[in-house]
């Protein structure tokens, strides 16, 4: 890339914290497009999906990548999706601990700043001392008002964190502040995507993951944790119409039959939510036929895990 200015900053942020404190939220307002699904539901990323966020007049880009929520592994896609975790974090230029300051600083906070700065520990036996800086993002700020003030105090003394931002990854609120912060602090160097890039994934996945936001959003007890999506077929009409086809699994025929509801409505009302989203990603009309089946325990299933791409 000739045209980019010649001292550019670029460099990858991961995303660390607990499910459902807003990470993949705050990833979209930082990109300014919809790249990671967000949901009420824990444990709605499952892949390290990469936001791109490029600043042409300042010269900076910021590779953000959205990490799930670390818990506990239950079974192979928690211990994957952990794994990977600390896979990326390692790579990774800058740690984002991401807090939900409505929570407040809690012992599973802890436990990732601690993960974090063993992290960090590792990167400078390695590299030179400046590696792996901790920035901290208290969220949904626009929850607290005054009260954010001693969640912001609690989080600056998290062992590691050396700079505490409070934002709202809902309204945006200090998320200005936070990427041009973090901006500040990657490495001098090219960009790593084309600054027209707003995420790294393959359109089918991010079709995909649309429509599971969609099914997390219309679903309750165990099925948002059993839905998984496979688009299995995506091509252009001459007219300019989008022909999109996939497949929603579920680990139980009775999932299917809630899933696809009386008469079709709740299927139904997944392919619309999911239309619109598409449509904004495609540019364009989209025709969307979704077909409900039913994969026992694919959860479990490494060559299923494999095929989708959550390794
Ligand atoms: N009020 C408020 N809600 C927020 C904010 N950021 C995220 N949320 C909500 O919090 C919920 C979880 O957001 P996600 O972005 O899916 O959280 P996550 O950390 O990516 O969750 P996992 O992928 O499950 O680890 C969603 O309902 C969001 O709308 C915020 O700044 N303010
Ligand atoms: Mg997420």
């Not at 696809?260 to 495609?282: H, M, P």
């Amino acid at each position: 890339m000739s045209d980019q200015p010649a001292d550019t900053r670029s460099g990858f942020i991961g995303l660390a914290g607990r499910p459902n404190v807003g990470k993949s939220t705050l990833v979209n307002a930082i990109v300014g497009a919809k790249v990671a699904i967000s949901s009420v539901r824990p444990q709605t990323t499952r892949r390290a999906i990469r936001g791109v966020a490029t600043d042409l007049e300042a010269g900076t880009q910021l590779v953000l990548v959205d990490l799930p929520g670390v818990q506990r592994p239950r079974d192979e896609l928690t211990s994957r999706m952990q794994k990977k975790v600390e896979g990326e974090l390692a790579g990774a230029d800058v740690a984002l601990l991401v807090i939900n300051g409505e929570e407040g600083v809690g012992a599973g906070d802890r436990f990732i700043a601690e993960t974090l700065l063993g992290a960090r520990n590792e990167a400078r036996e390695r590299e030179e001392s400046g590696a792996l800086p901790i920035v901290c993002a208290v969220n949904k700020a626009d929850r607290l008002g005054r009260n954010i003030v001693p969640v912001l105090v609690a989080a600056s003394e998290l062992a590691g964190v050396d700079e505490v931002f409070p934002v709202s990854a809902l309204t945006g609120e200090g998320v200005p502040e936070l990427a041009s912060y973090l901006a500040s602090i990657v490495p001098e160097g090219p960009y790593m995507y084309p600054p027209e890039d707003r995420s790294d994934q393959p359109r089918e996945l991010l079709l995909a993951e649309l429509i599971r936001g969609q099914a997390l959003i219309r679903t309750r007890d165990e099925i948002p944790h059993s839905v998984e999506v496979k688009v299995t077929g995506l091509e252009q009409r001459e007219d300019g119409l989008w022909l999109v086809d996939a497949e929603i699994w579920v680990e139980s025929d009775s999932q299917k039959r809630i899933l696809i509801g009386k008469n079709g409505f709740k299927v139904g009302e997944i392919g619309t939510g999911a239309r619109k989203d598409i449509e904004q990603e495609l540019g364009g009309k989209v025709h969307l036929d979704l077909h409900v089946k039913v994969k026992r325990k694919w959860r479990r299933d490494e060559d299923m895990l494999d095929r989708l791409g959550i390794d």
